[in-house]
T-cell receptor, first 114, second 118 residues
Framework: KAGVTQTPRYLIKTRGQQVTLSCSPI?????VSWYQQTPGQGLQFLFE???????NKGNFPGRFSGRQFSNSRSEMNVSTLELGDSALYLC?????????????FGPGTRLTVT | AQTVTQSQPEMSVQEAETVTLSCTYD???????LFWYKQPPSRQMILVIR??????QNATENRFSVNFQKAAKSFSLKISDSQLGDAAMYFC???????????????FGKGTKLSVKP
């Protein structure tokens, strides 16, 4: 099976702009989670989507949003970008119909805000 | 709230030797999952090993094994016969088994950077 894919891999944006990141899960996985990784804060959970519904949300401002499509592909959007949003954004998918429930990660999107 | 602590920011091991990475966690839950993930310079997060809290037997995957001490809330990773390709950041992670594990996010430690010397 193909792994989790994320596009684009690298992105440079200017403060105040908005950005959309895309994630395609492993075939058959219906759960998609997003994480932000920064040197200072480490890995932090953003949100989880399952069957097109947000099931879980981390402690991030409303500028961070996401959605999931019927084919389980997910997008996350960050509006009004701030310098502090520069990070590696990781997407992970999971088979949710039985154990072991571990998450498989994509290669990440490196976002740089200038 | 659950927390995960990795007290060793950096570790170093000689090729072919054994190294142990430490992880402690705090939770009031009785059922949960613990994971070790490896993140090489390519940034791809790779699952190394998984442990279910209800299982007393320590998980093993080839050269990787864990020492799971539930009462002490400790979950260390032992890498035997270290190889150059083991050099990476290693993250310990926790997930609640509430809803049987089908929901819930991962809570990560800060990571341990492992260097392998030839």
């Amino acid at each position: 099976k193909a792994g989790v894919t994320q596009t684009p891999r690298y992105l440079i944006k200017t403060r105040g702009q908005q950005v959309t990141l895309s994630c395609s899960p492993i075939s058959g996985h219906r759960s998609v989670s997003w994480y932000q990784q920064t040197p200072g804060q480490g890995l932090q959970f953003l949100f989880e989507y399952f069957s097109e519904t947000q099931r879980n949300k981390g402690n991030f401002p409303g500028r961070f949003s996401g959605r999931q499509f019927s084919n389980s592909r997910s997008e996350m959007n960050v509006s009004t970008l701030e310098l502090g949003d520069s990070a590696l954004y990781l997407c992970a998918s999971r088979y949710d119909r039985g154990p072991p429930y571990e998450q498989y990660f994509g290669p990440g999107t490196r976002l740089t805000v200038t | 709230a659950q927390t995960v602590t990795q007290s060793q920011p950096e570790m170093s091991v000689q090729e072919a030797e054994t190294v142990t990475l430490s992880c402690t966690y705090d939770t009031s839950e009785s059922d949960y999952y613990l994971f070790w993930y490896k993140q090489p310079p390519s940034r791809q997060m790779i699952l190394v090993i998984r442990q279910e809290a209800y299982k007393q037997q320590n998980a093993t995957e080839n050269r990787f094994s864990v020492n799971f001490q539930k009462a002490a809330k400790s979950f260390s990773l032992k890498i035997s016969d270290s190889q150059l390709g083991d050099a990476a950041m290693y993250f310990c992670a926790y997930r609640s088994a509430f809803y049987g594990g089908s929901q819930g996010n991962l809570i990560f430690g800060k990571g341990t950077k492992l260097s392998v010397k030839p």
